[in-house]
């Protein structure tokens, strides 16, 4: 396995470049955009992108090994499930906080609260006490609802609200920080792996990392951000905030009423749309599994003895293959559909875990075609991230998308948590003998969830055939994605 990872790294990386390379020859920029040449606008974005990209880079630096730490901390695998647990709970109850916290703190001050509780809980990773892991847990849950929102949040209301730059720059900021973030998520498994590996640092090194990133996040968001904020005027973001409604009911129900609000706007759209609901079913199908996919990936392939965090880098390399193959697919000589793309990525995840069925066989592990599977599963996220996220821009109105997201969000975190426990408790029954019986079972299930997404997708564009909005533009043929 350590050969076999070096050199699929090797090629991963080259495939993306020559894919990047056809891509550009494929699809040239049609025209050089206005907000490239607005220099107020390029220093806006760079103030922005300098603090979201840290912040991306310490979340990155945290996956290769965190399985690894809580075995080298000799915990069994059902107990780390249940770490595993808490932090997807703890991310399903304070999804609804993530979205009122900024109404009251402000959104600068937020983001600072999410640089210093994931300090926190990068620093829990020192302790081998379970109870300060479970903390720790939690806080990562708290700072992922944190990290998922608010930065967004922060950069929208400057854009549109205070810079009264026009709407249709806004892509081009998040197109950059999702280019970046796939270098990043590979980057940071070579430096996990440096880290751990070469310099034999230990599992916990990569989570040490973090925190002076963090720092230096909470850093930019205090100095150059404040600066930015300062430019408003001494009103400021947070004293809009403090103006309470006309019948002076004060900031906090002014801010609990908005959010009220928006949740019951964002759960009538869900309820009364097919659409809206057969997408968030494929979504919460098809996330929920990668949540366990997350946990389950260590387990089979490190007792094999590969550097994980370049076992890391092949994954988040497949992905942004994926996401370049995407990118090829949907261009203008071979303008397939989103539709068919979304379809094509949930039948090669069913296809990635049909294969883990049987090469996670109790007593015979193949591990070399579970690498394969998880790089195929990794291949397939990177197509269907761009399919689900356009889709998601042409069905769900723009005032209530971050809305209807967070309700999508809730049974998909639900039914990972249900899946990680029934691991728990198979792993338990047996008195944690067998794991690659519950393993196997496990993978089994997330195949049936699969072909379940794979059917809400086909029942999809079954509703919508005929329906414009569900294609690219500029495609003919009432039928022709049928």
């Excluded at 979340?59 to 915990?75: E, M, T, V």
């Excluded at 100095?223 to 408003?232: P, R, S, V």
């Excluded at 019951?264 to 366990?292: K, P, T």
């Excluded at 075609?369 to 769900?396: D, H, K």
């Amino acid at each position: 396995m350590l050969v076999t990872a070096y050199f699929a790294i090797i090629f991963l990386l080259a495939l993306c470049v020559g894919l990047e390379l056809i891509a550009r020859h494929l699809t040239p920029p049609q025209s050089t955009p206005t907000a490239v040449a607005n220099p107020v606008f390029r220093r806006f974005q760079t103030i922005f992108l300098r603090a979201y990209l840290l912040a991306l880079w310490a979340d990155w630096l945290q996956g290769p090994y965190l399985y690894k730490l809580y075995r080298h901390y000799s915990f069994l695998e059902s107990q780390i499930a249940i770490l595993y647990v808490c932090g997807l709970a703890s991310c399903v109850l304070f999804a609804p906080f993530s979205g009122w916290l900024p109404q009251v703190l402000g959104r600068r001050q937020t983001c600072l609260l999410f640089c210093l509780s994931y300090s926190a809980c990068c620093l829990t990773k020192l302790s081998t006490d379970y109870f300060v892991l479970i903390v720790g847990r939690i806080l990562g849950g708290l700072s992922t609802s944190l990290l998922t929102t608010t930065f967004e949040s922060w950069y929208v209301h400057r854009h549109v609200d205070v810079h009264d730059f026009p709407k249709e720059w806004i892509p081009s900021t998040f197109t950059k920080a999702a280019t970046w973030n796939h270098g990043l998520a590979v980057g940071a498994g070579l430096v996990a792996n440096l880290l751990t590996e070469w310099l034999h640092l230990g599992p916990v090194a990569p989570f040490l990392l973090a925190v002076p990133c963090l720092v230096c996040c909470g850093w930019v968001v205090l100095t150059d951000w404040g600066k930015e904020e300062a430019e408003e005027g001494p009103e400021g973001d947070k004293q809009k905030l403090l103006l309470g409604p006309p019948n002076g009911g004060g900031t906090r129900l002014s801010a609990r009423a908005r959010f009220s609000r928006s949740c019951h706007e964002a759960l009538r759209c869900l309820l009364s749309d097919r659409r809206v609901m057969l997408l968030g079913g494929v979504q919460a199908l098809f996330e929920s599994v990668l949540y366990i996919f997350v946990f389950l990936w260590t387990p089979v392939l490190d007792p094999h003895g590969p550097p994980l965090g370049i076992v890391f880098s092949c994954l988040m390399a497949s992905s942004l293959a994926g996401s370049l193959l995407y990118r090829l697919a949907t261009s203008t000589r071979y303008r397939l559909q989103p539709g068919h793309v979304l379809c094509l990525a949930v039948l090669m995840a069913f296809f990635s875990f049909f294969m883990l069925t049987f090469s996670t066989v109790p007593g015979q592990p193949r591990p070399h075609e579970s690498f394969l599977a998880f790089l195929l599963l990794e291949l397939a996220c990177g197509l269907y991230f761009p399919a689900v996220s356009f889709l998601q821009s042409r069905v769900i109105p723009e005032e209530k998308r971050a809305g209807v997201l967070a309700w999508f969000r809730l049974p998909l975190h639900l039914l990972a948590c249900l899946g990680l426990l029934a691991l728990h408790g198979e792993i338990s029954g047996t008195g944690g003998g067998e794991e690659g019986s519950g393993t196997r079972h496990m993978f089994g299930g997330c195949a049936v969830m699969m072909l379940a997404a794979l059917m809400a997708v086909v029942s999809l564009f079954t509703l919508g055939r005929n329906d414009t909005d569900l294609r690219l533009e500029g495609t003919r043929g009432e039928g022709e994605m049928y």
